[in-house]
């Protein structure tokens, strides 16, 4: 995450310095279709309850997500809204890793999605990320 960071202090600077009106846009861990060559690592991450993964559960024990679909939408719609200015959340679904274990049971029956995740609390409660800066100029998330 300190790579991304400062990719984006950098991109900001070299904004004002070009006097270039700049957006960043920060999405939580982005889930969907991918045509890359390669897995990516967020679609090895969402999934872990599925796939045993148990080195990811940290990652989405207390879990923001938003689909790429949503992503890619919301880089149209800023891009398209002249008064856009500074930096958007992106984040519409958020969920512990409890949340997310019982829609993929639901969904995925088929598939032995564990109900206890050891050393993390049932309890848990889910930490939000507001993207009403996004929605609050018109965008919809589907």
């Not at 090895?44 to 207390?62: E, F, L, R």
């Not at 719609?77 to 639901?106: N, Q, V, W």
Request: net charge negative.
């Amino acid at each position: 995450f300190v790579s991304k960071t400062l990719a984006e202090k950098a991109a900001w600077e070299a904004a004002k310095e070009n006097n270039i009106n700049f957006i960043s846009i920060i999405p939580p861990l982005v889930v969907g279709p991918f045509i890359m060559p390669t897995f990516p690592p967020s679609l090895t991450t969402a999934p872990s309850p599925i796939t045993g993964n148990q080195a990811h559960y940290s990652i989405i024990k207390q879990g923001q997500f938003v689909h790429l679909d949503d992503l890619c939408e919301a880089h149209i719609f800023l891009y398209e809204h002249p008064e856009a200015e500074g930096r958007y959340i992106c984040s519409p679904y958020d969920a512990t890793i409890y949340d997310l274990a019982k829609m993929m049971r639901e969904k995925w029956p088929e598939y032995n999605v564990p109900s206890e995740f050891e050393g993390i609390d049932k309890n848990l409660p889910s930490v939000t990320f507001s993207s009403k800066k996004l929605t609050g100029m018109g965008f919809k998330f589907k």
